[in-house]
T-cell receptor, first 110, second 115 residues
Framework: AQSVTQLGSHVSVSEGALVLLRCNYS??????LFWYVQYPNQGLQLLLK??????LVKGINGFEAEFKKSETSFHLTKPSAHMSDAAEYFC????????FGTGTSLTVIP | EAGVAQSPRYKIIEKRQSVAFWCNPI?????LYWYQQILGQGPKLLIQ????????DSQLPKDRFSAERLKGVDSTLKIQPAKLEDSAVYLC?????????????FGPGTRLLVL
């Protein structure tokens, strides 16, 4: 069975500050891991994904995430937040099934 | 490349009425998914099709929800009769057959309000 836990339903950062969105997973099989972003009234857009290979994954809009098997984590980071990053972010895991986390709402303060 | 299309974008109905949603996946994508996203929650998989066959419908409330993908292309999701708790955004996604990885591409969703 798979599950995803996103720590912090709301995160606020100042513009230009580091963005860190946390995701922990559980999976009985080697997982595929994803981060999606959802802007208001829009569909989900893939930010990045980890399948195999390099554990540091770079995605769109300057985001990256690192797969840490020992910590069962896949945290999303961005060195410098931009106003346009304000959105809902979802972590997802695919093993035998596909599961989304409950989401983290990111607010960027000017 | 055209994305996943869904219609309608918005629907308001009264409880006990019926409603249907339509999804047209990206051309060539064999796998199609329907998700329910309740406000403040992550999407929950309702049903997954591979071509016109059901792969996973374990979380589909089969007493009121049904879905079909008769020709292995577009799909409809129906709720009959609707309940207040069905108010949510219904997302459709599609992906190409798994090789070494599989990415789901999402449509804009259909926002359902049951009164």
């Amino acid at each position: 069975a798979q599950s995803v836990t996103q720590l912090g339903s709301h995160v606020s950062v100042s513009e230009g500050a580091l963005v860190l969105l946390r995701c922990n997973y559980s999976s009985s099989v080697p997982p595929y891991l994803f981060w999606y972003v959802q802007y208001p009234n829009q569909g989900l857009q893939l930010l990045l994904k980890y399948t195999t290979g390099a554990t540091l994954v770079k995605g769109i809009n300057g985001f990256e995430a690192e797969f840490k098997k020992s910590e069962t984590s896949f945290h999303l980071t961005k060195p410098s937040a931009h106003m346009s990053d304000a959105a809902e972010y979802f972590c997802a895991v695919e093993g035998n099934q596909f599961y989304f986390g409950t989401g983290t709402s990111l607010t960027v303060i000017p | 490349e055209a994305g996943v299309a869904q219609s309608p974008r918005y629907k308001i109905i009264e409880k006990r009425q019926s409603v249907a949603f339509w999804c047209n996946p990206i051309s060539g994508h064999a796998t199609l998914y329907w998700y329910q996203q309740i406000l403040g929650q992550g999407p929950k998989l309702l049903i997954q099709f591979q071509n016109n066959g059901v792969v996973d419908d374990s979380q589909l409330p089969k007493d009121r929800f049904s879905a079909e993908r008769l020709k292995g292309v577009d799909s409809t999701l129906k709720i009959q009769p609707a309940k207040l708790e069905d108010s949510a955004v219904y997302l459709c996604a599609s992906s190409s057959p798994r090789t070494s990885e599989e990415t789901q591409y999402f449509g804009p969703g259909t926002r359902l309000l049951v009164l």
